[in-house]
Each structure stands twice: as structure tokens, then as C-alpha cells.
């Protein structure tokens, strides 16, 4: 009798409801050597959750990889899929590999970052899975229930799952990165299988290369917008970055004008930052801009408009011309 009370409270969830245990796979997002950051904030959402966490590290001589999140607190194991079929991570061979490893060990969750990397996977692992996936969560209510931005970040969405296993992108700015230390999870090797796809394969990529840091885990980031009207004008911010050690992005106008790489756009159909000092020159913060930056520590905006919505999310609003300002700032940095 007395077992099978403790059974029963074995089931019963942090948030007091009778449920199957909680137990939740997070793909890692790596470049075979070290793990990126979003995976860390992927975990942190797995925390809230509840129940075990799983990390699943797959790639091409991935070991130091799968080591390092080993460490992680609160990771209970990590698979490791080692293999060429997943040179280039391409979501066309992870995919029948997440399904198997779904189909083993029935996860009630399964995680990503809200990156390219996950946009193009999720949906189609919630796809084989025949459930509906949930896109950009910014929080965790329940296990069953996340909140989450939709209309450009305009608007705060809650909704309840009720998919036997949920499948969800991390905004990685919304969880504070889970530390790679104080744990010590078991890595086990994924059973082997045919993952390569017969409708693509990896040629090479090719890396922009730079000195700036990366701009999804930069501390400042300097952004430019279509009121610098040329490529050219651009240099007055890679000036001004390198004084401040910063990253440099750019709204989706000025990429469409030509003016910088779509690699450099901040934006919700483009990279989600939150640095803990945005400095944003020339944008007129239109809500898709915003959406990528508005978690941002502080916001420092130039512009020469003074009803430019940047100023509504912006810390510090400087009106002024940018060509006269940021020379003059460049200067006193």
C-alpha cells in the first residue's frame, strides 16, 4: 500500500497536476568544437520545465562538444550521434535521427534555439511526429503551457499544447544561459543508422570571417539602418564598433538596400540579440527591427527624427544628424 502511494507521488508535477514525468530532449547547436550559446539558454528553458533533460549532440567529431554540455547542471545524459551524414547539420539527416531517438525514448519535450538551425528542423521533426510545433517561447508556465511572441514581438501569446510530445523553439534571449559546470551527465552513443539523405548533400559553406565579435552573443552592438544611405557610410560605424569592441548589425531596409550582408540583420526574419549595450544609428524602429532588440540591457538610438518609434524603446535617445554625431562620439571613445 505504502508503494504505491509513493508511486503516485512520483507523477505528480511541480505544478500539481497528476502527469507522466517530465523529460525533455534538447537538440545542441554547435560547429563540431565548441557549443553556441542559444543551446545554453535551450536548456535553461528545459529547466522550467521540470523532469529529466536530455541533450542530444550530433555532428562530425563532436566529442569535445558533448563533453562540454556534460557538465552542465541539470543535464541527466547526452547522446551522441557522430557521423558524416551530419556534416553541415542539415535538418534533412538530423531529422530521421531525432524521430529515432523520440521513438526510443518518448521524450514529453523536445527543445531547440530559435535560430535558422532550429526553424529549419522543428517543423519538420514536428511534422514526422504528426504534432503541431510552437515557435519563439519566451517563457514557461507549465509543462503544457509557454508563452510566446507573435506579430513582430507585438504581442504576447499563451497558449496550452496538448500534443503528447511538445515541440518548441527557444528565444534565447528570454532564459538566462544555463552555466557549463557542476554537473557530470553520462554521454551514450546513439544507435547507429543510415541518416544520410538521398535528396541532398553538403557541398562546403563558406564563413564570414571577422575580428568583431559574433553578433548573437556580442555585449554591444552597434546597428545601422537605412539612414545611412550607402554602403560606404557604414564605415562610420565599423569605426565606432572597434572602439567599443562590438558586434555591428543592421535593420532589414538597410540590408535590402544593399548596403551590408543579410548575415548582419537584426530583426524578427533575422538574428535575435540582446546585448547589454545596443546602440542603434539612422533606424527609425519599425516593430520588425524591435523585435530583435528590444531585450537589449540599454538602448542608445540617433536619429534625426524625433517622433522615430526608436525613441519609445530607446534608454537614451540622441536627435541629431548621425553623420555629425557619431564622428564626434567615435572621437571622444
Known amino acids: 500500500m505504502f508503494h504505491a502511494c509513493f508511486r503516485t507521488l512520483r507523477v505528480c508535477n511541480r505544478f500539481g497536476s497528476l502527469a507522466r514525468y517530465e523529460s525533455t530532449l534538447v537538440i545542441a547547436?554547435?560547429?563540431?568544437?565548441?557549443?553556441?550559446p542559444v543551446t545554453s539558454n535551450a536548456i535553461s528553458a528545459a529547466k522550467k520545465i521540470g523532469g529529466d533533460i536530455t541533450v542530444l549532440v550530433a555532428g562530425t567529431n563532436c566529442d569535445a562538444v558533448a563533453q562540454s554540455v556534460s557538465k552542465s547542471?541539470?543535464?541527466?545524459?547526452?547522446?551522441?550521434?557522430?557521423n558524416d551524414a551530419f556534416k553541415g547539420f542539415l535538418p534533412e539527416a538530423l531529422t530521421p535521427l531525432i524521430v529515432?531517438?523520440?521513438?526510443?525514448?518518448?521524450?514529453?519535450?523536445?527543445?531547440?534555439?530559435?535560430?535558422?538551425?532550429?526553424?529549419?528542423?522543428?517543423?519538420?521533426?514536428?511534422a514526422k511526429l504528426d504534432v503541431s510545433p510552437i515557435s519563439d517561447i519566451i517563457g514557461v508556465k507549465s509543462p503544457d503551457t509557454f508563452v510566446r511572441t507573435v506579430y513582430a514581438g507585438n504581442a504576447i501569446q499563451t497558449l496550452k499544447c496538448k500534443d503528447n510530445v511538445k515541440v518548441a523553439s527557444v528565444r534565447g534571449t528570454s532564459f538566462e544561459p544555463a552555466p557549463l559546470e557542476g554537473g557530470s551527465a553520462k554521454c551514450d552513443p546513439v544507435p547507429t543508422g543510415d541518416y544520410k539523405s538521398s535528396s541532398i548533400e553538403f557541398i562546403k559553406q563558406e564563413l564570414t570571417k571577422s575580428d568583431r565579435?559574433?553578433?548573437?552573443?556580442?555585449?554591444?552592438?552597434?546597428?545601422?539602418?537605412?539612414?545611412?544611405?550607402?554602403?560606404?557610410?557604414?564605415?562610420?560605424?565599423?569605426?565606432?564598433?572597434?572602439?567599443?569592441?562590438?558586434?555591428v548589425g543592421a535593420s532589414r531596409?538597410?540590408?535590402?538596400?544593399?548596403?551590408?550582408?543579410?548575415?548582419?540583420?537584426?530583426?524578427?526574419?533575422?538574428?535575435?540579440?540582446?546585448?547589454?549595450?545596443?546602440?542603434?544609428?539612422?533606424?527609425?524602429?519599425?516593430?520588425q527591427h524591435l523585435a530583435g532588440m528590444k531585450d537589449s540591457k540599454t538602448i542608445v538610438a540617433i536619429n534625426k527624427d524625433p517622433d522615430a518609434p526608436i525613441f519609445h524603446v530607446a534608454d537614451y535617445g540622441l536627435v541629431a544628424?548621425?553623420?555629425?554625431?557619431?564622428?564626434?562620439?567615435t572621437e571622444k571613445l
Do not use: M, W
Not at 73 to 82: E, F, P, Q, Y
Open 29 to 36: 547547436e554547435h560547429n563540431n568544437e565548441t557549443l553556441l
Open 73 to 82: 547542471s541539470g543535464v541527466t545524459k547526452v547522446l551522441v550521434a557522430d
Open 100 to 126: 529515432a531517438t523520440q521513438n526510443e525514448h518518448k521524450f514529453t519535450h523536445i527543445l531547440a534555439g530559435a535560430t535558422a538551425f532550429g526553424k529549419a528542423l522543428l517543423p519538420r521533426v514536428a
Open 213 to 247: 565579435p559574433e553578433l548573437t552573443s556580442a555585449k554591444v552592438v552597434v546597428s545601422g539602418g537605412r539612414g545611412l544611405k550607402s554602403a560606404d557610410n557604414f564605415k562610420l560605424l565599423y569605426t565606432l564598433a572597434d572602439k567599443l569592441n562590438a558586434a
Open 253 to 287: 531596409a538597410a540590408v535590402d538596400a544593399g548596403y551590408v550582408a543579410n548575415d548582419l540583420q537584426v530583426g524578427q526574419t533575422g538574428k535575435i540579440v540582446a546585448p547589454d549595450l545596443y546602440i542603434a544609428v539612422g533606424i527609425s524602429g519599425a516593430i
Open 321 to 329: 544628424d548621425l553623420f555629425k554625431a557619431v564622428p564626434e562620439l
